[in-house]
């Protein structure tokens, strides 16, 4: 009768390993909760936004390759819908001397000319604002990587103490076979399980984020060159 109590009384789930957890385990599983759901977020997020970036800057190269003058390209980065891209090309534009309110620039190529300095200075000026980009699009990116290599410490904490809190209760009872020891260790194994769970995905979505936006950044390096040698085909460098 009385083995039969205790064979009730050990969980015989996670799930009743996580309702029957000791007070500091169940805080770090609800550290670990969070985190996931701020990873998933993140993720979810980034998606969205790189999705989005895919279709409208897919779209605005297509037809940039086909542009032979600088005032075409203008017009076609006014109708397009605003991405890394069309912002690099109004800064590089920006850059230029205008000549009149309408955004046409000088018929005197000799005053449109500009010298070698400027030309460095425009190229330090497309990688300044490829840079900006990929900051901006890489926010919370770093999150990720964050909760990647924290949350394993965190359920690694979790474990400790619930293996501490084992032992201690073992000593108190006095008793120390397997029945004894083995719920109080699997109890606290729970919390490295789960922190495993929210640490794979948030390093995953991690390296795939990042590499997405090492991929935009040389895009954008090729196209501020594709600008510069649009500018060359005009004669203004």
């Known amino acids: ?19 029957h957890a000791t007070g500091v385990t169940k805080l770090v599983l609800l550290l670990l909760v969070v985190l996931s759901l701020v990873s998933w977020a993140i993720m979810f997020m980034k998606w969205r936004e790189f999705r989005t970036l895919a279709n409208t800057s897919r779209s605005f190269m297509n037809e940039f390759e086909h542009q032979t003058r600088l005032v075409e390209a203008q017009g076609l980065a006014r109708r397009s819908t605003p991405n890394p891209f069309t912002r690099v090309f109004d800064r590089a534009v ?68 619930g293996v501490i809190d084992a032992f201690i209760g073992i000593a108190t009872k006095g008793s120390g076979n397997i029945a004894a020891v083995a719920p109080g260790v699997a109890e606290a194994l729970i919390a490295t399980a789960a922190a495993l769970a929210v640490a794979i995905p948030a390093v995953f979505g991690y390296n795939l984020f990042a590499n997405r936006l090492n991929r935009l950044e040389g895009e954008l390096e090729g196209f501020g060159s594709e600008v510069i040698a649009l500018l060359v085909g005009e004669g203004r460098i």
């Not at 009768?1 to 390993?17: D, F, G, H, K, N």
């Not at 190229?123 to 924290?150: K, N």
Request: aromatic share 6%; no cysteine; net charge negative.
């Open 1 to 19: 009768m009385r083995l039969l109590q205790v064979t009730e009384a050990i969980p015989s789930s996670p799930w009743e390993m996580v309702t």
């Open 94 to 161: 920006r850059f230029l001397p205008a000549s009149r309110g309408d955004d046409t620039y000088a018929a005197d190529e000799s005053a449109a000319m500009m010298s070698g300095s400027r030309v460095e200075a425009l190229r330090f000026l497309l990688d300044s604002e490829t840079s900006h980009e990929r900051d901006r699009l890489g926010r919370f990116i770093p999150w990720l990587a964050t909760i990647g290599s924290v949350s394993p410490l965190i359920g690694l904490l979790g474990t400790v103490l």
